[in-house]
């Protein structure tokens, strides 16, 4: 049934996020009846969108929300001395109530009918096309709400988190049934931490801390891979949808993209399939980092994707500090039983990390070729995630955190006016150059800053000041916040990918929100522009 209004000149993602307007059955029936009409020939584009039409509706199944707890004027904002900056973040701190969705009444009720998986408490959405929640989106997201002082808000958004793994085992890509044959970079104890500290509700943790446990037993299950190096094997993670049909929220890019690959035969058909939602389940949907040319180089075409052959530096970073906080919250706990087991796998994950993926040449980490048993070395933001984990010795800490910034700073990056790019390879993939996304801005600049190195956190002080610049920049000069930036030029949204660029939004929000209380409240931190 999907695949036939897919080929109609409605937008994919538009029609998988409709609702039905009848029963499951009722559509299933009028559905038959249309195909019954059409024997001899294929029904038009006209017959499809009319029977779209009557019996899909795409309006209803979410509402605004009220925040209860919105301020109009937060703590974070009463700090901040430079009173650019400051109006700036009101501005940013008065969109959250724009973003603020629940569920309808319909949805709840009638599931069956809707592609939204219903929650049960009020959450921000990423804006734009993006309607419904996403999972890492939600960790900035909720920084971003914790300092405006919203708890209420956050906390519920943490549980909206920690309901998907209750019922499905993990959390999925996204809030849409579509999303349920992939995750996204595993953030819900990350999540939980931040909430935690500020709140102080242990009474939260204490109820959901199996289920933290839980998410985690699902990536160890299902996401594992064993590298050998020097002798030695180790376990490490990587993205695998374990899907092998079109995404469909992009179902006719996925058909163009693997037909590419029909002449060598079905196989290749289903792994390029299996290798994009792999891909998107990274969050870099999509990037260079995921294709491999014949020679296992970098290829600038996505019909090249192979993702589930990189070990990613990041996602086992996040998997290391996931591992490291779930020890502590068994500490506060005093499960102390449970905080030894996930103790061991922290150690475990910090020495694969720095035996298997730390390049000593080049001072940074480096995604791990499968296939090839190498370091793919090539400039990627990722490239110093376990920095900002801390997946490093205490008595390293500030000798890496200076080879960090001599490898940044190699790459040019002072040169560019906007900020830290994904990539240096302009392949036309919005998780490419030119483009500089907000987490990876915060990943690489706090990391830098929490090395204690001086060169390190002088460098981690000038491109917070030059991102927030470019928010600023922006801002003025287009009244919204975009999902993506351009590194080379300040105040200039970013472009590429499979859709046009993206206002809102959420995790912009949230992490310049979060650049601003780290560099931007007091005397000794003035606005510098850039």
């Given at each position: 049934?999907?695949?036939?209004?897919?080929?109609?000149?409605m937008?994919?993602?538009?029609?998988?996020?409709?609702?039905?307007?009848?029963?499951?059955?009722?559509?299933?029936?009028?559905?038959?009846?249309?195909?019954?009409?059409?024997?001899?020939?294929?029904?038009?584009?006209?017959?499809?969108?009319?029977?779209?039409?009557?019996?899909?509706?795409?309006?209803?199944?979410?509402?605004?929300?009220?925040?209860?707890?919105?301020?109009?004027?937060?703590?974070?904002?009463?700090e901040?001395?430079?009173?650019?900056?400051?109006?700036?973040?009101?501005?940013?701190?008065?969109?959250?109530?724009?973003?603020?969705?629940?569920?309808?009444?319909?949805?709840?009720?009638?599931?069956?009918?809707?592609s939204?998986?219903p929650?049960?408490?009020?959450?921000?959405?990423?804006?734009?096309?993006?309607?419904?929640?996403?999972?890492?989106?939600?960790?900035?997201?909720?920084?971003?709400?914790?300092?405006?002082?919203?708890l209420?808000?956050?906390?519920?958004?943490?549980?909206?988190?920690?309901?998907?793994?209750?019922?499905?085992g993990?959390?999925?890509?996204?809030?849409?049934?579509?999303?349920?044959?992939?995750?996204?970079?595993?953030?819900?104890?990350?999540?939980?931490?931040?909430?935690?500290?500020?709140?102080?509700?242990?009474?939260?943790?204490?109820?959901?801390?199996?289920?933290?446990?839980?998410?985690?037993?699902?990536?160890?299950?299902?996401?594992?891979?064993?590298?050998?190096?020097?002798?030695?094997?180790?376990?490490?993670?990587h993205?695998?949808?374990?899907?092998?049909?079109?995404?469909?929220?992009?179902?006719?890019?996925?058909?163009?993209t693997?037909?590419?690959?029909?002449?060598?035969?079905?196989?290749?058909?289903?792994?390029?399939?299996?290798?994009?939602?792999?891909?998107?389940?990274?969050?870099?949907?999509?990037?260079?980092?995921?294709?491999?040319?014949?020679?296992?180089?970098?290829?600038?075409?996505?019909?090249?994707?192979?993702?589930?052959?990189?070990?990613?530096?990041?996602?086992?970073?996040?998997l290391?500090?996931?591992?490291?906080?779930?020890?502590?919250?068994?500490?506060?706990?005093?499960?102390?039983?449970?905080?030894?087991?996930?103790?061991?796998?922290?150690?475990?994950?910090?020495e694969?990390?720095?035996?298997?993926?730390?390049?000593?040449?080049?001072?940074?980490?480096?995604?791990?070729?499968?296939?090839?048993?190498?370091?793919?070395?090539?400039?990627?933001a990722?490239?110093?995630?376990?920095?900002?984990?801390?997946?490093?010795?205490?008595?390293?800490?500030?000798?890496i955190?200076?080879?960090?910034?001599?490898?940044?700073?190699?790459?040019?990056?002072?040169?560019?006016?906007?900020?830290?790019?994904?990539?240096?390879?302009?392949?036309?993939?919005?998780?490419?150059?030119?483009?500089?996304?907000?987490?990876?801005?915060?990943?690489?600049?706090?990391?830098?800053?929490?090395?204690?190195?001086?060169?390190a956190?002088e460098?981690?002080?000038?491109?917070?000041?030059?991102?927030?610049?470019?928010?600023?920049?922006?801002?003025?000069?287009?009244?919204?916040?975009?999902?993506?930036?351009?590194?080379?030029?300040?105040?200039?949204?970013g472009?590429?990918?499979?859709?046009?660029?993206?206002?809102?939004?959420?995790?912009?929000?949230?992490?310049?929100?979060?650049?601003?209380?780290?560099?931007?409240?007091?005397?000794?931190?003035?606005?510098?522009?850039?």
């Open positions: 049934m999907s695949s036939r209004p897919q080929d109609s000149t937008t994919q993602k538009r029609f998988v996020d409709m609702a039905l307007r009848n029963s499951v059955n009722d559509t299933l029936k009028n559905f038959e009846n249309m195909m019954l009409e059409h024997v001899d020939e294929p029904p038009t584009t006209k017959d499809i969108e009319k029977f779209v039409g009557e019996n899909f509706v795409s309006i209803g199944e979410l509402e605004e929300a009220a925040l209860k707890d919105f301020k109009d004027e937060p703590k974070i904002i009463k901040i001395e430079d009173p650019v900056v400051r109006k700036f973040a009101l501005a940013i701190h008065s969109i959250w109530p724009s973003l603020a969705r629940k569920m309808s009444h319909h949805v709840q009720e009638h599931p069956e009918q809707h939204l998986i929650v049960p408490n009020t959450f921000i959405i990423p804006g734009g096309r993006f309607k419904e929640f996403y999972y890492w989106d939600t960790y900035w997201i909720v920084k971003g709400l914790l300092l405006s002082d919203m209420e808000t956050a906390r519920g958004m943490v549980e909206n988190l920690l309901t998907m793994v209750e019922r499905f993990f959390v999925p890509n996204g809030g849409r049934i579509y999303y349920l044959n992939r995750s996204q970079p595993p953030v819900l104890t990350l999540i939980m931490w931040d909430y935690v500290k500020v709140s102080q509700d242990y009474e939260f943790l204490q109820k959901y801390l199996h289920v933290l446990d839980k998410e985690m037993d699902f990536w160890l299950t299902k996401r594992l891979v064993q590298v050998t190096h020097e002798g030695v094997t180790y376990n490490l993670a993205y695998d949808s374990e899907s092998d049909t079109p995404r469909p929220e992009s179902y006719i890019e996925d058909l163009e693997c037909a590419q690959l029909a002449h060598l035969g079905e196989d290749h058909l289903y792994e390029c399939y299996t290798d994009l939602k792999s891909g998107a389940e990274s969050g870099w949907d999509f990037s260079s980092r995921w294709l491999f040319a014949k020679d296992g180089s970098l290829s600038m075409d996505l019909k090249d994707i192979s993702t589930r052959r990189n070990v990613p530096a990041d996602l086992n970073a996040f290391y500090k996931a591992f490291h906080i779930l020890s502590k919250f068994c500490k506060i706990l005093h499960q102390e039983e449970r905080a030894e087991h996930w103790e061991k796998y922290a150690n475990e994950w910090q694969a990390i720095n035996k298997v993926l730390y390049n000593e040449e080049d001072g940074v980490w480096y995604d791990y070729d499968l296939k090839l048993e190498k370091h793919r070395r090539y400039y990627f990722s490239n110093l995630t376990p920095l900002w984990a801390g997946a490093v010795n205490p008595e390293d800490k500030a000798r955190g200076g080879r960090c910034a001599e490898y940044l700073l190699k790459q040019g990056i002072r040169d560019l006016r906007g900020g830290v790019p994904m990539s240096m390879y302009p392949s036309g993939q919005q998780w490419d150059y030119p483009n500089a996304w907000s987490p990876y801005q915060n990943l690489v600049i706090i990391g830098l800053h929490k090395s204690n190195n001086e060169t956190q460098l981690a002080k000038e491109l917070a000041h030059k991102w927030v610049n470019s928010n600023v920049k922006a801002y003025h000069e287009n009244k919204v916040m975009f999902e993506k930036y351009s590194a080379a030029q300040a105040g200039q949204f472009g590429g990918g499979e859709y046009q660029i993206q206002s809102g939004f959420g995790w912009s929000n949230g992490c310049v929100l979060e650049l601003i209380h780290w560099y931007f409240r007091s005397k000794t931190r003035k606005y510098q522009r850039w």
